[in-house]
């Protein structure tokens, strides 16, 4: 039977989990402390263990450490609260396989499980690579959000943390991809090591080749007398940024290509082979793979880019992020302006989650800089915020690609619910529903005229009664 261990010191918790793994099939064992768990993985062997972070004496993460050092086999799901990045962050680099959310869903901790048997089964099959047992690092930046997009990003960044792999980090301008390759960086073993950053749109071509490669002493004209070191030298141990990747010209990129694959440079106007050790991150908020299509990005240097992506949502599909988000800037605004604030009317806060945000997570931190800065009292009010929020502008779903990622964000939420639920007919489900909103809205739109509605549609004034009876019929069942 498959065995699964427990470690939580609540003793209720630990009791649910025991009858529920029980009626599930597994062989269930409990642990109430970090020390009696590892005794017991020892003892035990279990396949899959459930580890609560917060632990008397040894933490869950301390224990997740010496588990992946000492059975590296060993699948951990992490128990953790929504809304901890650092632990979410530390403990993806320690190689917990997943998370299970407080407060327990039971649905939720079933598919966790499977997955982890499924993914167990797949890897028994293949050759076992030696253990990383790198110590804990702390990851230091503030990263805040605990919307399921943000959690996704802070598992993707502790991966990250733990390996060397180029990675391309995607997302509109302001979606935090300069902070999110901090902290792949600080929360990596090259820590202690340069985070150099470059900003690719920044300088011209010219420019930018002799900042990544550096030159030698006479390279050009005014180059100066003793050489100078490009960026890949300056982080050579640590990790290079290179932001606005898109804006390379092609010649640059094939040099740029040529370092990567080699990890090697030659600075402008020398001949010496200069070995560096340095990983690169590089960011966008271009669509690099439209560039390629379009000719004007190498699609070698995409791919080699793309294995690892990680794409930023905006901020307008992520609105429950607002409110933690505010709290967090108007703690660091109180302390730059010296003087106390309270927080923000409900109000305020309704109209800041109700605008479209194009400036994503940026555009909110300097709006709630100015409103601070310009509140006569210690609370933030509608009338401190800029008018085009108080407005209350809708984003607005004429452009078809936004269309397609707002519902994308939308349904991929349905998806997850409904396996957690183990519901079926999803397709009819959702598709029924689109049909209704649809003509819903627009027969509102034309005051309930038929003709202009079908006509809109794109469908026969028939074909149009009959759904409006179907959906009518389906809402009397
Ligand atoms: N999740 C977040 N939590 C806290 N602060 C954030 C978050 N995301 C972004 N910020 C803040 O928003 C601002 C913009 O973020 P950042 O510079 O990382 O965006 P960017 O994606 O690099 O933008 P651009 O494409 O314009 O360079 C920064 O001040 C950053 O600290
Ligand atoms: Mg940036």
């Known amino acids: 039977m498959k065995n699964v261990l427990v470690v939580d010191d609540d003793e209720k918790i630990c009791w649910a989990f025991e009858q529920f793994l029980e009626s599930e099939g597994y062989a269930?064992?409990?642990a109430n402390s970090a020390e009696e768990g590892l005794r017991r993985?020892?003892?035990?062997?279990?396949?899959v263990v459930l580890l609560d972070v917060n632990l008397p004496g040894m933490s869950g993460l301390e224990a997740l450490g010496e588990i992946k050092a000492n059975h590296p086999g060993v699948i951990v799901i992490i128990i953790t609260a929504y809304d901890d990045v650092e632990t979410t962050i530390e403990a993806m680099r320690l190689q917990a396989f997943d998370f299970v959310p407080k407060p327990i869903d039971l649905g939720i901790v079933k598919s966790t499980l499977e997955r982890a048997f499924r993914t167990q089964s797949v890897r028994s099959t293949l050759p076992v690579e030696a253990a990383d047992a790198s110590p804990t690092a702390q990851v230091g930046h503030r990263l805040v959000g605990k919307s399921s997009q943000m959690r996704?990003?802070?598992?993707?960044?502790?991966i990250m943390a733990s390996n060397t792999m180029t990675v391309l980090i995607e997302g509109e301008t302001g979606t935090g991809k300069d902070l999110v390759a901090r902290a792949i960086h600080t929360g990596s073993e090259r820590k202690e090591k340069p985070f150099v950053p470059v900003d690719c749109g920044a300088l011209p071509d010219e420019l930018l080749e002799s900042e990544l490669f550096g030159y030698e002493a006479g390279a050009f004209t005014d180059a100066k007398r003793e050489g100078k070191p490009g960026r890949f030298e300056l982080a050579d141990g640590g990790t290079l940024?290179?932001?606005e990747v898109g804006n390379m010209t092609p010649a640059l990129q094939v040099k740029l290509l040529r370092a990567l694959q080699t990890q090697e440079i030659e600075r402008l106007g020398g001949t010496r082979t200069l070995k560096v050790d340095v990983r690169i991150i590089a960011a966008t908020n271009q669509e690099l793979g439209e560039m390629v299509r379009r000719g004007q990005f190498r699609e070698d240097l995409y791919y080699r880019f793309k294995r690892i992506a990680l794409h930023l949502p905006p901020l307008r599909e992520r609105q429950e992020d607002i409110p933690l988000l505010v709290t967090h800037f108007l703690q660091?605004?109180?302390?730059e302006l010296g003087k106390p604030i309270r927080g923000i009317s409900t109000e305020g806060m309704q109209l800041l989650q109700d605008y479209p945000w194009p400036g994503n997570v940026r555009e909110l931190e300097n709006c709630v800089r100015s409103a601070a800065t310009l509140s006569r009292s210690d609370v933030v009010l509608p009338d401190d915020l800029p008018s085009e929020i108080r407005m209350g502008n809708k984003v607005s779903a004429t452009d078809a690609s936004q269309l397609e990622t707002t519902l994308k964000a939308v349904l991929q939420d349905t998806t997850k619910a409904a396996i957690a639920e183990g519901r079926q007919g999803l397709y009819e489900e959702v598709v029924a529903?689109?049909?209704k909103t649809l003509i819903e809205l627009v027969l509102d739109e034309f005051?309930?005229?038929h003709s202009k509605t079908a006509e809109l549609l794109g469908m026969s004034r028939t074909t149009l009664l009959k759904k409006i009876k179907q959906s009518s019929d389906a809402d009397v069942e």
């Open 28 to 30: 269930p064992s409990i």
């Open 41 to 47: 993985i020892a003892a035990d062997k279990p396949d």
């Open 152 to 158: 996704e990003i802070y598992k993707l960044i502790g």
């Open 433 to 435: 529903m689109l049909d």
């Open 332 to 335: 660091l605004i109180q302390e």
């Open 241 to 243: 940024f290179l932001d």
């Open 447 to 449: 005051s309930g005229n």
